[in-house]
């Protein structure tokens, strides 16, 4: 049974960092594109980063660029968001979530993991 677990969000200040992390089980996230979505409070779905099979492909949307990086451990079989310089822009719901392949979109999601960056 696939399942994804994040953990790692937390109330933080401006500028500080945090490590997002989403285990997973029941798959080899290795074997597909893994990303992070987000939710910011009233808002919808935003994509914030993802990465290929091959882990070579890491790509993220404009707003996190220089300051995320996406990552895993095969070993761990474990996703993870490393978020610096984090703004008050940030706050939101980080969902994990795995790449549904051909039959398009993304097929599996975590519970989520609040992230909230005070200013």
């Known amino acids: 049974q696939v399942q994804l677990v994040e953990s790692g969000g937390d109330l933080v200040q401006t500028g500080e960092s945090l490590r997002l992390s989403c285990a997973a089980s029941?798959?080899?996230?290795?074997?597909?594109?893994m990303a992070w979505v987000r939710q910011a409070p009233g808002k919808g779905l935003e994509w914030v980063s993802d990465i290929n099979s091959g882990g070579e492909r890491r790509i993220y949307t404009d707003s996190v660029k220089g300051r995320f990086t996406i990552s895993r451990d095969n070993a761990k079989n474990t996703l993870y968001l490393q978020m610096n310089s984090l703004e008050p822009e940030d706050t939101g719901v980080y969902y994990c979530?795995?790449?549904?392949?051909?039959?398009?979109?993304?097929?599996?999601w975590g519970q989520g993991t609040q992230v909230t960056v005070s200013s």
């Open positions: 029941g798959f080899t996230i290795s074997r597909y594109v």
């Open positions: 979530a795995k790449d549904g392949g051909l039959a398009g979109g993304y097929d599996y």
